[in-house]
């Protein structure tokens, strides 16, 4: 009998031991090539041994001290890595213990902002439907992953959703790109002039989509239109780059790819590689001096912010990126990767798309190419090909609802960024290996 509530009472896991670079290591000895890090965290593999060190080094002289009476060296440092490597004016950083925290800290930062300025009527949030950014009660609310959210309706705060950027799914027969992202932009703006003018606190996005529709990148200059949408109306642009950034895409931030500055950006997995809890905030001058010139308090926190063991870990992870020139080498593996992806599935009955960017990348699943139409839900074929992977000694994240919630399977690959051509091919490999019996 176990003690520990896990989140799927029913299922018996292998008891993970040990990690070395791309593997994990059960109880019993068996390895698995981690082609998912996790969730898209560990993005230097398992047991680096200049992080370890950093770690150890940190506990040994200071783990930990509350940020209402101290800073810290190692917050302070990489603080300041992080605003020297952000774009435009995103300046100012503040740490927190992961991801759902950090999207949290934004809405709250995105609101105090414009009471801050005298418009304390701003209240609204717009989202995207079929996006994640988090599970706690905030964050959950203003994501539009319907079958997370449907249990907590009663609980969570409005929001607003429109369309995402998915175009695969939705541009329309004939539509150009162009097209398709200004039929976006107007839709957004026809929300915001529904909800007020005046009303509307903040857009929220993944810069790329991540677990709940498999790493969809936007379409050119989709964020470039957005962000004079919201200019125009005094809407903050929040990113949520928690699973895509860090350079999941071959960029420290995914946004730059993007060449869009947002208000607000929110990170966490790639920040720490899964060897200590951290995410961050990121903001702008201009609502940093806001907060700054006003009540000069933000009215938020949480016991282990700037936890000064996990800002040392970040350190060297971070440090270990830039240093081993990493970022090419996740634009170099990733082309590899899609390439191997559409070279063993270009012809797949099953298989509708294959994208990404960088070391992120998802495979959707149909039941018919031409029509696209998905898979039956009740062979939950995701599930199926999960299983089939862990049998083979390989971590792939897939998920189902895809397309709405409760239709559409898809398996998000996001491999650390210290992955070799063979490491590689092998996820191929085995990859193709599970969804044909997942599907026999």
């Not at 990148?217 to 200019?231: E, M, T």
């Not at 099953?350 to 998802?362: A, K, Q, S, T, W």
Request: glycine share 10%; with cysteine; hydrophobic share 45%.
């Amino acid at each position: 009998m176990t003690h520990v509530f896990h989140r799927n009472p029913r299922s018996k896991l292998p008891m993970a031991v040990a990690g070395e670079g791309m593997m994990l290591i059960d109880q019993q000895g068996k390895r698995y090539l981690d082609a998912s890090g996790g969730a898209a965290v560990s993005c230097l593999g398992h047991g680096h041994p200049r992080v370890v060190e950093a770690i150890r080094k940190q506990v040994s002289e200071l783990a930990y001290a509350h940020t209402s009476f101290f800073t810290t060296a190692p917050a302070e440092e990489l603080a300041a890595m992080l605003a020297e490597a952000a774009p435009g004016s995103l300046n100012h950083v503040y740490f927190l213990s992961g991801g759902s925290e950090a999207v949290e800290a934004a809405l709250k930062l995105a609101r105090q902002y414009h009471v801050e300025v005298g418009q304390p009527q701003r209240r609204h949030v717009i989202a995207r439907r079929q996006s994640y950014h988090g599970n706690t009660l905030g964050a959950l609310a203003i994501g539009g992953n319907a079958w997370r959210r449907e249990m907590f309706l009663p609980l969570l705060i409005e929001a607003h959703h429109v369309a995402p950027c998915y175009a695969y799914r939705d541009r329309a027969e004939g539509e150009s790109d162009a097209q398709y992202v200004q039929r976006l932009a107007d839709e957004l703006e026809q929300k915001i002039i529904d909800l007020g003018a005046d009303q509307v606190a903040a857009f929220v996005a993944e810069t790329v989509v991540g677990a709940t529709a498999g790493a969809v990148p936007p379409v050119a200059d989709y964020f470039r239109k957005i962000r004079a949408v919201c200019d125009k109306y005094g809407v903050l642009l929040i990113l949520d780059e928690v699973m895509s950034g860090m350079g999941r895409t071959g960029y420290l931030f995914a946004c730059e790819e993007d060449d869009v500055v947002p208000d607000i950006v929110a990170i966490a997995k790639g920040l720490g590689a899964g060897y200590q809890p951290i995410g961050a905030m990121l903001c702008s001058d201009r609502i940093y001096d806001a907060v700054l010139q006003g009540s000069g308090f933000f009215q938020h926190g949480h016991t282990y912010i700037g936890h000064a063991t996990a800002c040392a870990a970040a350190v060297a992870v971070q440090k270990t990126i830039q240093e081993e020139g990493l970022l090419e080498n996740v634009r170099q593996r990733g082309e590899q990767l899609r390439a191997e992806l559409r070279q063993a599935f270009g012809a797949h009955a099953n298989v509708g798309d294959i994208r990404g960017r960088g070391l992120f990348v998802g495979v959707e699943l149909v039941a018919d190419r031409a029509s696209k139409a998905p898979l039956d839900p009740a062979r939950r074929t995701h599930a199926r090909i999960k299983s089939e992977a862990m049998q083979r000694g390989l971590l792939v994240y897939p998920m189902g609802g895809t397309i709405d919630g409760r239709r559409g399977d898809h398996v998000l690959l996001a491999p650390p960024f210290i992955a070799t051509p063979a490491d590689i091919s092998e996820i191929v490999q085995r990859l193709g290996e599970a969804v044909t019996a997942a599907l026999a």
